[in-house]
C-alpha cells in the first residue's frame, strides 16, 4: 500500500500535470505502487507521468536535438541523467527527445527510462560502440549528444556543444582535461598515461585538434555521423568517430566540460587494459603510414647505411669492430623494411577500396606506376641478379674444392646477393595482390 506522504506527492504531480500549459506532452501513469518505489530507490524526479520531448504530432525533422545514453544495468544513476537531460531542453526551451539505448540490461533500466520519458530503443548486439550505433540510427534529432548514463557526465550543460553545432560544426568533442575533473573522478593511470598518450597519437597520426580524444560526452550532426558508417561494437567506437571524422575532413571542435565520480556502486564497464588496447589498435590500423610506412624506411634507411659502409671492409669504431656478422643484421633491417613498405602500399589500397579512406593523389602515381608488370620487371631483374651472386658465390666456393672459405670476403658478395632476390621476389608478389585487389567486384 502507498503510504500517506507518496499518495500526496501523486495527487501533487498530477495536478501539476493536467495544469500545465507547457509544450511538453504528458501521459499519467496508472500503476502507482511502481513508480512510488522507484521514487524512493533512484532519487530522481518523481516518474508519475511520461514525458515526451516532441510534440506527439511533430516530424522528425521538426527535433532539433537527440540526447542518447548508452545503457547496460544503470539503475542507480539512469534517472538522474535523464533528470538532468530533460531539465536542460526544458530550460531552453528546445524541441529534443532523450533516448536511452538499451544493451539488455535487467535491473530495472528499462522501466525507469519509460517512467520518465526517455525513448527506448533496445539494441541486441552488446557493446558500448554497438548501443550507440543503435541509439544514433533511432534518433530523430539534428543534431545528436551523446554520453554515459553513470552521473559522471553534467547533461544539463550541453549547451557549448549545440552552440558550436549551430554554427556549422560536424562533431563537438569535450575536453575533460580543461573543464575539470573532480577527485576520484578518472583512475590515475587514465588520467596520466592513458588518455594523454593515446590522444597525442590521435593528433600525431590523424592531425586532429582534439586534446581529450575519449571524452564520452560530445555531440554531433546527426546526419554527417551517420554518413560515416561506424561500426566498432566496442569501446573504441569512441576512437572510431573522431578518427572517420578527420578523415572525411569533417568539421571537428572542442568544448570543456567537467568529469564527476561514477555515481553507480559496482564497477564501471570499461576495462583499462582491454580497452585501452583496443583503442592503440584501432589508431593504428587506420594509420598505415605510421605503422608500415615510416618503420619501413627507417629500418631500410639504417640498413642500407650499414651495408654500404661494410661493403669495402670491416669497420672500426674505437675498440668496437663491425664485420660481415653486423652485415647480416642490415641486411635483415632492409628486409624487415621492405616488407613494411609493401605492407604499406597494399594496406592503403586496400583501404581506398573498401571504403576506410579516400585514395591520395600520391597513392595514385603510385599505382599508376607500380602496375603488375613493371613490377615484374623490376623485381624479377633484381631476383635475377641476386641469384647471379649466388651462382658466383658458389663458383668460388667449387673453386675451391668445396673447402674452408674466408667468410670476411665471400659473405660480402652473399648477404647483398640474396637480400636482393628476397627484395625481387616480395616486389613481384606485392604487385600481384595488389592487382588482386584491383580486379572488378559484382556490385
Not at 501523486?10 to 500535470?17: D, N, Q, V
Not at 555531440?219 to 555521423?225: E, K, L, T, V
Not at 659502409?309 to 621492405?338: N, Q
Not at 591520395?360 to 607500380?370: H, N, T
Amino acid at each position: 500500500m502507498l503510504s500517506a506522504g507518496s499518495k500526496r506527492l501523486l495527487r501533487r504531480h498530477r495536478h501539476t500535470l493536467l495544469m500545465s500549459g507547457s509544450c511538453l506532452n504528458f501521459h499519467c501513469v496508472v500503476n502507482q505502487n511502481f513508480w512510488a518505489a522507484a521514487y524512493h530507490k533512484h532519487m530522481a524526479t518523481p516518474a508519475f507521468a511520461r514525458t515526451t520531448f516532441a510534440a506527439s504530432n511533430a516530424s522528425e525533422h521538426e527535433i532539433e536535438l537527440s540526447i542518447i545514453m548508452p545503457c547496460l544495468n544503470e539503475a542507480e544513476t539512469l534517472g538522474t541523467c535523464i533528470k538532468k537531460a530533460r531539465a536542460f531542453l526544458t530550460d531552453y526551451g528546445l524541441s529534443g527527445e532523450i533516448i536511452v539505448a538499451d544493451n539488455g540490461s535487467v535491473d530495472g533500466s528499462q522501466q525507469i527510462a519509460n517512467a520518465m520519458g526517455a525513448r527506448i530503443v533496445d539494441v541486441s548486439a552488446r557493446g558500448y560502440g554497438a548501443a550507440l550505433i543503435g541509439g544514433i540510427n533511432a534518433a530523430h534529432g539534428k543534431f545528436v549528444a551523446m554520453g554515459d548514463a553513470d552521473d559522471s557526465y553534467d547533461f544539463s550543460a550541453l549547451m557549448p556543444f549545440l552552440a558550436q553545432l549551430r554554427e556549422g560544426a560536424d562533431l563537438v568533442m569535450g575536453n575533460r582535461f580543461r573543464g575539470g575533473i573532480a577527485p576520484r573522478a578518472m583512475p590515475p593511470l587514465h588520467r596520466w598515461l592513458g588518455n594523454p598518450v593515446l590522444s597525442f597519437l590521435g593528433r600525431a597520426f590523424f592531425r586532429i585538434p582534439v586534446g581529450d580524444f575519449h571524452c564520452g560526452l560530445r555531440a554531433f550532426r546527426r546526419d554527417s555521423i551517420r554518413a560515416l558508417s561506424l561500426a566498432a561494437p566496442g569501446m573504441e567506437f569512441a576512437s572510431e568517430m573522431v578518427v572517420k571524422a578527420a578523415i572525411e575532413k569533417l568539421d571537428i571542435r572542442e568544448v570543456p566540460t567537467t568529469l564527476e565520480p561514477d555515481g553507480r556502486s559496482r564497477p564501471p564497464h570499461l576495462r583499462t587494459w582491454r580497452d585501452g588496447w583496443r583503442h592503440l589498435r584501432f589508431l593504428l590500423i587506420y594509420a598505415p603510414r605510421f605503422l608500415f610506412l615510416y618503420p619501413g624506411l627507417a629500418l631500410s634507411g639504417i640498413g642500407l647505411a650499414g651495408l654500404a659502409a661494410l661493403a669495402p671492409g670491416d669497420l672500426r669504431v674505437g675498440a668496437i669492430e663491425f664485420g660481415v656478422h653486423t652485415m647480416i643484421f642490415a641486411a635483415m633491417a632492409v628486409l624487415m623494411g621492405s616488407q613494411l613498405i609493401g605492407l604499406s602500399i597494399m594496406a592503403r589500397r586496400y583501404g581506398a577500396i573498401v571504403g576506410m579512406w579516400p585514395e591520395s593523389r600520391l597513392m595514385q602515381r603510385v599505382r599508376g606506376w607500380f602496375t603488375v608488370e613493371r613490377a615484374c620487371i623490376f623485381g624479377g631483374a633484381m631476383l635475377m641478379l641476386g641469384i647471379s651472386g649466388a651462382v658466383t658465390a658458389t663458383s668460388i666456393w667449387a673453386s675451391l674444392g668445396f673447402g674452408g672459405l674466408n667468410p670476411s670476403a665471400l659473405m660480402r658478395l652473399t648477404i647483398p646477393s640474396m637480400l636482393m632476390a628476397c627484395i625481387g621476389l616480395q616486389t613481384v608478389v606485392t604487385a600481384f595482390f595488389i592487382g588482386l585487389l584491383d580486379q572488378p567486384r559484382e556490385r
